[in-house]
């Protein structure tokens, strides 16, 4: 990628990377509470692990995005 | 489902042994000769009888081929010292290239016709990406010896049931994304140059396809190897 900058590059990758991290977060954590709730506790907690593990991926995946935004090497102004 | 000639699977074939017709097949033998493991040992016999023939025998004042190889490494090391320093370049080196010219080696391959990437199997993305993820950590444990845990828990004690968890699943998350981009580009690309090659492939409609192929066969072997130096180098730096 002459002309584009390697820095560019590598910002770029690491950035594309955080939509597939939000949605893959959530569906690892939708399904791990699914699993919780219907192999291991056989249906006795039925909505509630499902519930707060979806609420642990949707956390995992803005945790992702807080520390993508807040980084300190992304937009300091060096060329 | 309808699937291209693929000249290794018709020799094979020839040869009366089973190669599936599907993605995997049931018995151990059809699983060995499934296209993608096949395609695979191609790509390895190719990476590993090139540079010998290439090369020969490395010489002080080096020949052209020499030449070549060396800008290759030597450009690929300078890549990695960049991100990951010196000393971790040095010695994950001989995995992240071997990555590199396998994935990118395997991508270009299915842009000849009777010929198949091996990467648009998940079952190939998905082990390459667990060698990365279980290096990761390995790194991590022999960098920071047992300590290396405390990066899971987060910068507060009375935080840690609630970061746990989420740094748990950000780790898995990882594995999800990196085989599954991998998988998804090169799979969308055989298909759709597979699509084209039967709608029109007599008035050469997969052209601008098969570039774009190039392009995304570069562009992915990139981001798989950057991607791993930086969860390399992340765990291997100190916990913040």
Not at chain 1, 21 to 27: K, N, Q
Not at chain 2, 124 to 136: A, D, E, K, R, W
Not at chain 2, 144 to 151: A, S
Not at chain 2, 162 to 190: T, V, Y
Request: net charge neutral; hydrophobic share 55%.
């Amino acid at each position: 990628m002459a002309g584009f900058g390697k820095e560019m590059t590598k910002m770029l990758i690491e950035v594309s990377t955080i939509g597939m991290t939000v949605s893959f977060s959530i569906f690892i954590g939708v399904g791990f509470g699914y699993y919780l709730d219907t192999h291991v506790f056989d249906g006795r907690t039925k909505p509630w692990f499902t519930l707060i593990f979806l609420g642990f991926g949707v956390a995992a995946a803005f945790l992702n995005l807080y520390r993508m935004a807040t980084r300190k090497d992304i937009g300091d102004g060096k060329e | 489902m309808e699937h291209p000639i693929l000249f290794i699977s018709v020799l094979l074939e020839a040869l009366h042994l089973p190669v599936p017709h599907g993605l995997v097949g049931d018995s151990l033998l059809a699983k060995l000769v499934s296209p993608h493991m096949t395609y695979t040992w191609l790509v390895m016999a190719f990476l590993i009888i090139m540079p010998k023939l290439t090369i020969g025998k490395v010489e002080m004042v080096p020949g052209k081929a020499q030449n070549f190889w060396e800008a290759v490494i030597s450009g690929m090391e300078g890549f990695m010292a960049e991100n990951m320093g010196k000393e971790g370049a040095r010695m994950m080196f001989p995995m992240l290239a071997t990555f590199a010219f396998y994935i990118l080696v395997a991508n270009m391959i299915g842009l000849m016709p009777g010929f198949m990437s091996p990467t648009s199997n998940l079952n190939i993305t998905l082990g390459c990406t667990l060698i990365v993820f279980f290096t990761t950590h390995i790194l991590g444990f022999k960098f920071h010896g047992i300590n290396y845990y405390k990066h899971f828990l987060g910068p507060v004690w009375w935080l840690t049931p609630l970061i746990a968890p989420i740094e748990i699943i950000s780790h898995l998350a990882r594995i999800l994304s990196l085989s599954i981009r991998l998988f998804g580009n090169i799979m969308a690309k055989e298909t759709l140059l597979g699509i084209l090659f039967i709608l029109a492939g007599a008035y050469f409609a997969p052209l601008p396809i098969l570039v774009l192929g190039v392009f995304v066969s570069i562009v992915q072997a990139l981001v798989f190897v950057l991607l791993s130096i930086l969860y390399f180098s992340a765990s291997m730096e100190h916990a913040h």
